[in-house]
Nanobody
Framework: QVQLVESGGGLVQAGGSLRLSCAASGRTFSSYSMGWFRQAPGKEREFVATISWSGGTTYYADSVKGRFTISRDNAKNTVYLQMNSLKPEDTAVYYC????????????????WGQGTQVTVSS
């Protein structure tokens, strides 16, 4: 089992940047695929990005491609989401998630979740 704790959220103006971090507990972090998802008020949780256990494979939602970058440091048990050129529509609670098999964009495919961190982008 793995426990996840997100940090790095906050309030930023449109066009600005934030870097989210997700710290994981457990010795098997390096064997997990990781994902970032987000949920805005009144909307379903949606896929943002995912990264394989090695970091060699990444996938992004079309809405963030070219602006967001997912990465991981297995020595630190941490996955990151660098968010640039932020837009008001990026406002949401951002969650990281883990699964013991390959990358996946469906929230239901991830059994382990953090508590979320709020990102608010003002216009």
């Amino acid at each position: 089992q793995v426990q996840l704790v997100e940090s790095g959220g906050g309030l930023v103006q449109a066009g600005g940047s934030l870097r989210l971090s997700c710290a994981a507990s457990g010795r098997t972090f390096s064997s997990y695929s990781m994902g970032w998802f987000r949920q805005a008020p009144g909307k379903e949780r949606e896929f943002v990005a995912t990264i394989s256990w090695s970091g060699g494979t990444t996938y992004y939602a079309d809405s963030v491609k070219g602006r967001f970058t997912i990465s991981r440091d297995n020595a630190k048990n941490t996955v990151y989401l660098q968010m640039n050129s932020l837009k008001p529509e990026d406002t949401a609670v951002y969650y990281c998630a883990a699964r013991s098999t390959g990358t996946n964009s469906r929230p239901s495919a991830y059994p382990y979740w953090g508590q979320g961190t709020q990102v608010t982008v003002s216009s």
